[in-house]
T-cell receptor, first 113, second 115 residues
Framework: GDSVTQMEGPVTLSEEAFLTINCTYT??????LFWYVQYPGEGLQLLLK?????DKGSNKGFEATYRKETTSFHLEKGSVQVSDSAVYFC????????????FGSGTRLSIRP | EAGVAQSPRYKIIEKRQSVAFWCNPI?????LYWYQQILGQGPKLLIQ????????DSQLPKDRFSAERLKGVDSTLKIQPAKLEDSAVYLC?????????????FGQGTRLTVV
């Protein structure tokens, strides 16, 4: 069945460092891809999404490009801030999985001042 | 606009007891999801409703878990009897409709501890 694999954490970076969180997927057909974020004490919220190959999703300085050839959707940010400390989840949704959202295991990110 | 409301926020019960969680989705959202998030793991879908019909309940342990969505609005998820391995955060989410690119909005979850 469909699945998402993302890099294990925790990831600890200094403020203003470059961030990459890797995500790869397995799916039949052409899924939509998402990054959700969970800030401490809050619920999951959508960070960005891409619905077709080569699309780039972006929000709050984060971006991710849908790469069909490598089945990847890596999350990047050029300069992280302390406020970016959170757990990040890569996810997909596809018709072959009845459009349900399938999540990766999450990557905890901590940013040092 | 009001978000997805869940209650209670926290619940501690003994094993073999029963428990119920409540969810009120965003107004007008046809699709409602219940997810189970065990510590250190990603959310796992338990059941998905489209209005008051079940779209997917393939990962719902039906011998102990049940869910309903009366009148296609509010939903309750029940566990009876609870086991230690049911300790998790139970997340409710809703979306306008069922589709691959549709954003789901999540509530803050109910943290269940079974002792």
């Amino acid at each position: 069945g469909d699945s998402v694999t993302q890099m294990e954490g925790p990831v600890t970076l200094s403020e203003e460092a470059f961030l990459t969180i890797n995500c790869t997927y397995t799916a039949t057909g052409y899924p939509s891809l998402f990054w959700y974020v969970q800030y401490p004490g809050e619920g999951l919220q959508l960070l960005l999404k891409a619905t077709k190959a080569d699309d780039k999703g972006s929000n709050k300085g984060f971006e991710a490009t849908y790469r069909k050839e490598t089945t990847s959707f890596h999350l990047e940010k050029g300069s992280v801030q302390v406020s970016d400390s959170a757990v990040y989840f890569c996810a997909l949704s596809s018709y072959s999985s009845a459009s349900k959202i399938i999540f990766g295991s999450g990557t905890r990110l901590s940013i040092r001042p | 606009e009001a978000g997805v409301a869940q209650s209670p926020r926290y619940k501690i019960i003994e094993k073999r007891q029963s428990v119920a969680f409540w969810c009120n989705p965003i107004s007008g959202h046809a699709t409602l999801y219940w997810y189970q998030q065990i510590l250190g793991q990603g959310p796992k879908l338990l059941i998905q409703f489209q209005n008051n019909g079940v779209v997917d309940d393939s990962q719902l342990p039906k011998d102990r878990f049940s869910a309903e969505r009366l009148k296609g609005v509010d939903s309750t998820l029940k566990i009876q009897p609870a086991k230690l391995e049911d300790s998790a955060v139970y997340l409710c989410a809703s979306s306008l409709y069922t589709g691959t690119g549709v954003e789901a909005f999540f509530g803050q979850g109910t943290r269940l501890t079974v002792v």
